[in-house]
């Protein structure tokens, strides 16, 4: 850390510089959930080469993590109907695939990645069975069936 406290402005000026540039542009929380957890490298990083470019890597990655961490809270914060909302406005866009994502979503559980490395173990949890309700109401509203379990 610099004592002219230029690391300070740099580490507050990531997030602000994330949010202005890119995850303001997604209208959904849930929208933001998938775009940072894609930047997740397998070994647990985020990745984002532009922005660490910009930013360095060690503050670029953690304010993406910062990012992510705080979508994840604003998700869990929502209650069932604002979750609902959230996640069709998420969907709006991808109204010809809708149903395909749905589907997908029921086969292959993409949706347990989208929690932080950082979440408790009870957020966790709590995530993943509002998303299965959510998910299972998505499935009967867009008359989809249930996947076989052998396939």
């Known amino acids: 850390m610099k004592p ?17 540039r890119t995850l303001s542009q997604i209208p959904s929380t849930f929208g933001r959930l998938i775009y940072l957890s894609s930047l997740r490298s397998p070994n647990g990083t985020y990745e984002h080469f532009g922005f660490a470019q910009s930013h360095g890597m060690a503050v670029a ?23 609902k909302a959230d996640l069709d406005l998420y969907l709006a866009d991808l109204i010809s695939e809708r149903e395909a994502v749905v589907d997908t979503w029921l086969r292959l559980t993409p949706y347990r990645n989208l929690v932080p490395a950082s979440a ?8 993943l069975a509002e998303f299965d309700a959510l998910l299972e109401l998505l499935r009967l509203q867009n008359r989809i069936e249930r996947p076989d379990p052998e396939r």
């Open 61 to 83: 990655q953690a304010a993406i993590q910062q990012s992510h961490e705080e979508s994840f809270a604003t998700w869990l914060s929502f209650d069932v109907e604002q979750q």
């Open 4 to 20: 002219d406290g230029n690391d300070f402005t740099l580490e507050r000026g990531a997030p602000a510089d994330l949010w202005r």
């Open 120 to 127: 408790r173990e009870s957020e966790r949890r709590l995530f």
